[in-house]
């Protein structure tokens, strides 16, 4: 693989298992902000507006961001009935042609959530709720999270196609 | 072309594109943007994203990464260790009783948690070096602790009731108590097996050897007892008082949660190391649910777009003119066969919108369909091609059990579970008394 490509996998890598490092602990953020509704409201008797929409931006900022981080902890699950029995090469070579697939869908996915974002700046758009929380902020995070998975999944298409050339550029275990 | 010949050529790219072996969100999510972008043009550029603001609202999936992270954090905590002693020690002296011990974890930890992965981690970590150190069979044993932890996903806490719950708009505390019964039942079919087989082949499951029984004094027994308190605390604290109404369905997850936390401070074990490699879990499989949902989510968008809800129904009902319990039988037959290419989450999202309509018109209860469903998904955990049961009951093996041995395992385990899915379909009150009782009609 030319120079310009492995060193956009090695920093690719590098900054999303940094997110993702930070990212992970956002599970404690949605934790207190649940807690902290519950028990607010049965010995203090609060009531907070604002826990729900909170815990759930939390949520939608924890998976999406966190998505690249888990490309590259090799999470998501395949159809294995045909592709468990292929040779690693075998299969780096079929994955070539599918990431294609898979960067489409997240192409499609950024412009449809860029497009989404400038509706909200433009309009102002807030949460119809009592809250009524301005929506720009969250989407921009979703956006960004998209990127991440986008420019995530271009290095994997890379890796496989390294692989599929026989010249792999990056190490994993064996029994992947 | 027709609309109906658009979904069935959506639905038979999908499933081509699933057996390329693409991760299943990538290969979902592109059939989805594809089909939209064909069907409605540039304007359809935003169907896709529009699924994670679906999302956004879909407020109980907040208590997805709750109980995975509850089902890790309990499996480091050292509490199942405690709870297997107190069940070898109690079990130990009868034919298969370990295995039956086994069994009566597997319900203790299902009760804590949402899902099966933790059953699993902690059956295959705690039971399964206990058991073929006592000589069991094999098989016995793989079976035992696979069918074992597929009741996480029926006895509540249930992330797949959840999710239904979801999708059919019922609410999940109904669905939760309606799986109660049906647990217990399954359960108490696996226990049956287990001790008739083992007092018919008494090779396959020895007792406790007699010198080793009579070391255990009686207040040895009583003691071990305390190894259930905590267990008991965290199920109240979190089921309890949910069912109790004091806190919502949401918070009752992150209590759990927090409770799990708790529970393995007070047993010490709460390390950097634990919190981090349970926090990286949590968000690995978070995200793998998530990415799927997302997914399936933009897939079904499209075809709701094409009616293809109201297409099943047409030629379900006028066309084919199938009785309704026959309908009831095709739709399990077809879960089983999706399972095959599917996980059980995209399965749920793409045809529950489909189906639940027709349930409901058709006359069934919702609720009590949601139980059914969820048994059907238990056998799907456990059948290959497709299997999460299967998948990490291969990863967590010691490799004297073949991958012959596990496949062979499950059949009996299948073959009573699909007889407790005939029990609940003949007997509906098996699943709705509970609810009924504790909501009214």
């Not at chain 1, 203090?44 to 998505?67: C, K, P």
């Not at chain 1, 888990?70 to 090469?89: A, E, F, N, P, T």
């Not at chain 2, 999460?388 to 041995?405: K, Q, V």
Request: hydrophobic share 55%; charged share 10%.
């Amino acid at each position: 693989m030319p120079k310009p490509i492995r060193l956009y996998v090695h920093y690719v890598d590098a900054f999303n298992t940094f997110i993702g490092k930070i990212t992970m602990y956002v599970i404690f953020l949605m934790m207190a902000i649940l807690l902290l509704a519950a028990l607010g409201r049965t010995l203090f008797n609060w009531s907070l507006i604002w826990t729900v929409e909170t815990a759930q931006f939390t949520m939608a900022g924890y998976y999406l961001v966190g998505g690249a981080y888990s490309m590259i902890l090799h999470s998501h699950v395949r159809m294995d009935l045909l592709y468990g029995r292929w040779s690693r090469r075998r299969q780096a070579v079929t994955d070539v042609f599918t990431d294609m697939l898979l960067i489409f869908y997240l192409v499609v996915m950024v412009i449809g959530g860029h497009s989404s974002l400038q509706y909200a700046l433009e309009y102002d758009q807030v949460s119809r709720s009592a809250w009524g929380p301005p929506l720009a902020p969250i989407k921009i995070i979703m956006l960004t999270g998209l990127v991440l998975m986008l420019l995530q999944c271009i290095s994997t298409f890379f890796k496989d196609l390294a692989r599929a050339l026989g010249r792999p550029i990056d190490r994993e275990n064996s029994d992947e | 072309m027709s609309n109906e010949a658009i979904a069935i050529m959506m639905f038979s790219s999908m499933m081509l594109l699933l057996l390329t072996g693409q991760r299943i969100f990538g290969a979902i999510g592109f059939v989805a943007a594809v089909f939209a972008l064909w069907l409605w043009g540039d304007g359809a550029v935003e169907m896709p994203f529009n699924a994670s603001i679906t999302l956004l609202n879909w407020y109980p999936l907040l208590t997805l990464p709750m109980f995975i992270y509850m089902g890790y954090m309990l499996s480091e905590s050292g509490i199942a260790g405690d709870l297997y002693e107190m069940f070898h020690v109690w079990m130990g002296s009868l034919h298969g009783g370990l295995a039956i011990g086994t069994i009566g974890l597997m319900v203790a930890i299902s009760a804590m948690n949402g899902l099966s992965v933790a059953g699993m981690a902690i059956g295959a970590s705690i039971a399964l070096p206990e058991l073929l150190k006592r000589n069991y069979d094999k098989r016995m044993i793989s079976g035992v602790i696979q069918a074992g932890s597929s009741l996480g996903i029926m006895v509540p806490p249930s992330v797949v009731l959840v999710l239904y719950g979801m999708i059919a708009r019922v609410p999940v505390g109904r669905l939760w108590l309606a799986g109660v019964i049906p647990g217990l039942l399954l359960a108490a079919l696996f226990v049956l097996y287990v001790a008739i087989r083992s007092r018919l082949q008494p090779n396959l499951a020895p007792p406790l050897a007699a010198e080793e029984r009579r070391d255990i004094s009686l207040a040895d027994k009583l003691r071990l007892l305390h190894a259930g308190l905590l267990p008991l605390v965290i199920i109240f604290s979190m089921t309890g008082l949910f069912l109790m109404g004091v806190t919502s369905l949401v918070e009752s997850s992150a209590v759990g949660a927090g409770a799990a936390t708790l529970a393995t401070f007070i047993k010490g074990r709460l390390t950097r190391e634990v919190i981090r490699e349970t926090v990286r879990k949590t968000l690995s499989v978070s995200c793998m649910f998530m990415w799927v949902i997302m997914a399936a989510l933009s897939f079904s968008a499209v075809f709701d777009g094409l009616g293809a809800g109201r297409a099943l129904q047409d030629l379900f009902i006028e066309q084919w003119d199938l009785n309704p319990w026959m309908i009831l039988i095709m739709m399990q037959l077809s879960f089983l066969v999706m399972g095959m290419f599917l996980d059980d989450t995209a399965m749920l999202v793409l045809v529950a919108p489909l189906y639940i309509p027709l349930v409901i018109s058709l006359g069934f209860d919702p609720v009590w369909f949601g139980v059914l469903y969820t048994v059907t998904v238990q056998i799907a955990y456990m059948t290959p091609p497709f299997g999460y049961n299967l998948f990490l009951m291969r990863a967590m093996s010691p490799p004297e059990i073949t991958l012959g041995d596990i496949y062979r395992s499950i059949v009996p385990f299948v073959l009573v579970m699909i007889f407790g899915l005939a029990l609940i379909m003949a007997f509906p009150q098996i699943a709705l008394w509970l609810p009924n009782l504790h909501y009214g009609n």
